[in-house]
């Protein structure tokens, strides 16, 4: 579980479709467009990226780090624990 601090950073990249690249905790890193924040089947929180015109859903517990691509008034990068 992620703090409520923590996931207001996803809600802006959401709220903005602002286009993102996450770093996951096993060094992959998945860009795309933050589409919307969800649960998946184990209700674990996630939010889903438009990758290619696929959505693909990322636990926010797998997230080590959020970048935003483009520039905005919000915040550029969020590193979490």
């Known amino acids: 579980m992620i703090s409520c601090s923590d996931y207001?950073?996803?809600e802006i990249?959401?709220?903005f479709r602002y286009p993102v690249t996450?770093?996951?905790r096993n060094g992959e890193?998945?860009?795309g467009t933050a589409a919307d924040l969800c649960r998946d089947m184990n209700r674990d929180e996630c939010i889903q990226l438009t990758v290619s015109g696929t959505t693909r859903q990322v636990l926010l517990t797998h997230i080590t780090k959020l970048t935003v691509t483009v520039a905005n008034p919000h915040f550029y990068e969020?590193?979490?624990n």
């Open 22 to 24: 996450l770093s996951l």
């Open 78 to 80: 969020k590193q979490f």
């Open 13 to 15: 990249v959401c709220m």
């Open 29 to 31: 890193q998945v860009s």
């Open 8 to 10: 207001d950073y996803f």
